[in-house]
């Protein structure tokens, strides 16, 4: 079994910064590209930044500049770096990876979730 855990969400108010963690875990061989989305209430869930296993990223042009997606492959977890937050970032944060398996399976996993709100 793997896990992904979000953490990091939070109210904070326009301008300001937070960082949010994604840690994987569980019965794992290798993790290859890991990616944020997001889900604004009565919205779709849209793709905000990715990050493959050699560091190559990608990001939603309403975030560029500011946020900066990295990762840390020894401990399987990821970041976003999230700066300059305005009240339309407002939304629950997905963690997803591409996770292959001790047992050589290889699946996408999802977090739980972590919810950010940009307001004063």
């Known amino acids: 079994q793997v896990q992904l855990v979000e953490s990091g969400g939070g109210l904070v108010q326009p301008g300001r910064s937070l960082r949010l963690s994604c840690a994987a875990s569980?019965?794992?061989?290798?993790?290859?590209?890991m990616d944020w989305y997001r889900q604004a209430p009565g919205k779709e869930r849209e793709l905000v930044a990715g990050?493959?296993?050699?560091?190559?990223?990608n990001y939603a042009d309403s975030v560029k500049g500011r946020f900066t997606i990295t990762r840390d492959n020894a401990k399987n977890t990821m970041y976003l770096q999230m700066n300059s937050l305005k009240p339309e970032d407002t939304a629950v944060y997905y963690c997803?990876?591409?996770?292959?398996?001790?047992?050589?399976?290889?699946?996408?996993?999802w977090g739980q979730g972590t919810q950010v709100t940009v307001s004063s």
């Open positions: 990050i493959t296993s050699y560091g190559t990223t």
């Open positions: 997803s990876a591409h996770v292959v398996s001790t047992a050589r399976s290889s699946a996408i996993y």
């Open positions: 569980g019965s794992i061989f290798s993790v290859n590209a």
